[in-house]
């Protein structure tokens, strides 16, 4: 906690609106408590996103639920339930990706240089695709480059528009839309196959038998309230909004979870060793597991968040904590994650990387016959976890439904690069990343020299 603040909400006012942070167990709970109606994650995300003029004219409702809520059962059960169906294909997809675009990067000075960031984001594009769209639409080149150039022209343009004076931010809103032309590419591309979909399911109905789809077209189209069943622009443009957040928090995670590993290598042997044992095997059967790795993963999220607040929501109805402080309506509320994830009232020695601080250490001595990387006045705990150490998905009832995916696709990444390189950071002085208002984004040009691990170390895989 930031230590003026001592534990007490504090203020800060940015050009959009008054956020006010809240650290405290009491105060969070307030916000996880108070309806809908009053504060609301949804009207927080649409003033972030801005998905009116990044999102084909995407405008979500305020109030949660207004249209059902069936996106959280598709995400959090059906795509985690469909884990162990996907793992082994993106793993084939994974490998050969890193492979050609190893391939691809020229030798420089006797060294073969890799741009990071470009690679974590097609594998993690190719992944979600695999995952959401299913296996025609993450075949489409032409497509993929648009998902991927949507993310960016996302960031960009919402931000624009966020720091215009209201009275202007609309007209520059809208001829900027018209010139990123990736929302309209993957929405045209989409559009099609939401239809055929919505046909096939009228056809099931009438008793037709019909192709199965696995992936999360289907299991959002499936979740829609059954009263008032969604078009296909809705389900299209549901879509659109889990992409964006999906590809664009895993690919960054993954980024600095690779940073980490360049920084501290002495993780791979024993991270390796985890890939290679029968753990693995398990791993892919359940879609989850791999708890040297589920530590490691969480203590790079721990040291180098992606953002540095967490629960946001904005008073759509005025608010006021037990303490007295008021929200007005448009004042946003949120938990300062940054600075607690580096608070000493939360993790001890928090600004020193301890990779397996959260494994078991009795789990730890089995696997590696030593205690390295652990912390002993941790307690073991899981990367997926929520609770008032961990914030990192969220809070309570609205915490993150992807967690369990997105845990298991950056052990899946990782993992595939810790089994085929030792990796080395080109330039270890250089700025890795830069910030933005609450995020932090790494830099594209950061170089990583990815070496080929020997094959008697890998040939128990
Ligand atoms: C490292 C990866 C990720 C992180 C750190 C992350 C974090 C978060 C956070 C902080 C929230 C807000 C929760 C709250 O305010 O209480 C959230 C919500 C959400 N996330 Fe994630 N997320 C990740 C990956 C994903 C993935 C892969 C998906 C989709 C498969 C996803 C889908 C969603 C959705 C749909 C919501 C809104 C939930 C609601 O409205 O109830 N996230 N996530």
Redesign the pocket.
Known sequence: MDPPARGQPYEILAPDARYVFVSTEEHIKEV?SAPDTVLS??A??KQMLQPKYTMVGFSWFDR?GTEG?G??RA?RTL?TNNLPEVLPQLRISISTLIDEMHDSHPVVNGVKSSPLLPMVLRLTAIT?AR??FGSELCRNEDFMRSAVRFIEETLALAELIRLLPTAIAPMVGRVMAKQLTSQREIYKAMMPIAEERILEKAQKQLGHKVPIHHD?IQWIMETAPRQAPWSAERIVHELM??WF???H??S???SFAMHDLCLHPEYLEPLRNELQSLAYAEFERVGKGLPLMDSFIKES?RMT???SM????MAIQPFEFSNGTKLEVGDWT?TP?RAMLHDEQHFTDPLQFNGFRFADRDLLANLTNSSFGSHKSQEPSQLTDVNKHW?????????????F???A??KMIVGQFILKYDCELVDKDASRWFSWRSFIYPRSKTLVVFRPVSVQSTEKI
């Open positions: 996880d994650l949804q927080a995300s949660r809520v996106f959280v995400l795509l979600n995952a959401f999360c909004a889990i957040g999906s590809v928090v895993l960054t995670t993954v999220m968040p992606v953002e967490s629960t946001r929501r949120c994650l914030h990192v998905w969220g809070t309570g009832r609205m915490a993150c439904p992807g967690r995916y997105a845990a696709v950056m």
